[in-house]
Structures are given as C-alpha cells and as structure tokens.
C-alpha cells in the first residue's frame, strides 16, 4: 500500500541526550538512598543526598540511565520505570509496558547496571552471574524496548555493581568497591583500556547514572 506523508507539521521528537562529564555522577546506594557528587571523569567531589526512604528506598533499583530530565530505572519487582528529574526533584515513577516481556525474556531483576547508547539507541546492561555485556534496542519517545537481546562484549561482567556511559567511557564499581572506567567506541568496550578511576570509597551501587537536565 501507498500512503502520503506530508512534509510539513507533525510534531517534533522530544530531546533524548545523555549526561556528560563533568556533572553530578549519581549512586543508588545498597542502603536505600540516592546520592550525587560532582565528577570531571578523574575526580569526584564529596556525597549529598538526594532521595531516599520513605519516598522511595534506591536499594530495590536495577540499573540506572538518564535521558533529557527523565529518569529510568529497573527494579526488582520485575518492572522497568521511568520518571521525571530535574537534579532536585523526582517525580511519580510510571512503569512502561515490556509487552510480554517477562524475567523469561529480560531479567530486570537480577540486572546489576545499565547504560544508553543515544547514537545507535541501544540499552546495555548486565545480569549477575553472567560475564557478557548485553543490549537491545529501546525507543525512548515510546518508551518501547525490544525484545531481542545481543552481546555486545565477554569477559568479567557479571560483577558489575552499577555502571554508566559518559563522554565516550563506561564507568562502572564490582564489587572490590573500586570505580573504573574502559573506553567505549562502535558499540562495545574497547579491550585492553580499563583504568581504575578512584580506589577509595565504597562505588558499589545498584545503578549509577550522570544528570541530564531536562
């Protein structure tokens, strides 16, 4: 069949740019609270707090990324949420729909970190246990992830605790506490380019992700 497409009006795709560096870098703590500190890619400044208990309680999250002032997390009761955040204020949580994708198909409870790649529109993440570094495809204007899931890098990734994509580097914690970084590029880690960012403090998280502002 053939249709007409008119050129003109329609409506404009909202903005769904990631965070970059320097910006607040933000921790979903074990102990149920959200906390950012500022941080250039070398170093970060100290912790605030920015959300917990009874609001909400950041130990049950999944992963975490950041798009435009909205905020998406896994969580343990198999859902994955997104909601509106300015760096100050956190809005209502709304669950989209995986259309049938169940912890058969997308294991969100046991997903230890997540990031999105805006330029192949890809979400990468990582499943406790299992040392491949994973994507599938998810829209953010419809908020529609796909159903088919592609390895993207082996190794040791099921020790992630919390990674996020900023300024071309995934930096993630495992569970020695420490924060690393490796070079991303062409959709995948870069092999052989993992540094240790900072060896002091406790960088274990259920997610981190960078703000971008709304």
Same mark, same amino acid.
């Given at each position: 069949?053939?249709?007409?497409?008119?050129?003109?009006?329609?409506?404009?795709?909202?903005?769904?740019?990631? @965070? %970059? *560096?320097?910006?607040?870098?933000?921790?979903?703590?074990?102990?149920?609270? =959200?906390?950012?500190? %500022?941080?250039?890619?070398?170093?970060? !400044?100290?912790? #605030?707090?920015?959300?917990?208990?009874?609001?909400?309680?950041?130990?049950?999250?999944? &992963?975490?990324?950041?798009? #435009?002032?909205?905020?998406?997390?896994?969580?343990?009761?198999? /859902?994955?949420?997104?909601?509106?955040?300015?760096?100050?204020? +956190? @809005?209502?949580?709304?669950?989209?729909?995986?259309? &049938?994708?169940?912890?058969?198909?997308?294991?969100?409870?046991?997903?230890?970190?997540?990031?999105?790649?805006?330029?192949?529109?890809?979400?990468?993440?990582?499943?406790?246990?299992? !040392?491949? *570094?994973?994507?599938?495809?998810?829209?953010?204007?419809?908020?529609?992830?796909?159903?088919?899931?592609? =390895?993207? /890098?082996?190794?040791?990734? @099921?020790? +992630? $605790?919390?990674?996020?994509?900023?300024?071309?580097?995934?930096?993630?914690?495992?569970?020695? !506490?420490?924060?690393?970084?490796?070079?991303? %590029?062409?959709?995948?880690?870069?092999?052989? $380019?993992?540094?240790?960012?900072?060896? $002091?403090?406790?960088?274990?998280?259920?997610?981190?992700?960078? *703000?971008?502002?709304?």
């Amino acid at each position: 069949r053939l249709a007409f497409m008119p050129a003109a009006g329609g409506t404009p795709l909202p903005k769904a740019a990631p @965070g %970059s *560096l320097p910006g607040d870098l933000h921790v979903l703590g074990f102990d149920d609270v =959200l906390r950012k500190r %500022s941080f250039n890619g070398t170093t970060a !400044g100290p912790p #605030s707090v920015v959300d917990g208990p009874p609001a909400n309680a950041w130990s049950h999250g999944r &992963g975490a990324f950041m798009l #435009s002032g909205r905020l998406y997390t896994g969580w343990d009761d198999g /859902n994955f949420y997104v909601r509106s955040y300015n760096g100050t204020t +956190i @809005g209502a949580r709304t669950a989209l729909d995986l259309y &049938g994708l169940t912890s058969v198909y997308f294991p969100i409870a046991n997903v230890t970190g997540m990031f999105f790649d805006n330029v192949r529109n890809r979400l990468y993440y990582t499943v406790a246990g299992y !040392g491949g *570094l994973l994507y599938r495809y998810f829209t953010p204007e419809s908020g529609v992830l796909g159903a088919e899931t592609f =390895l993207a /890098n082996t190794g040791d990734w @099921g020790s +992630i $605790t919390g990674m996020t994509l900023a300024s071309d580097r995934i930096y993630f914690s495992r569970t020695d !506490g420490n924060l690393r970084s490796v070079q991303f %590029s062409s959709g995948a880690a870069v092999p052989g $380019t993992e540094t240790l960012v900072l060896g $002091t403090g406790d960088w274990s998280s259920r997610g981190l992700f960078v *703000l971008s502002p709304p």
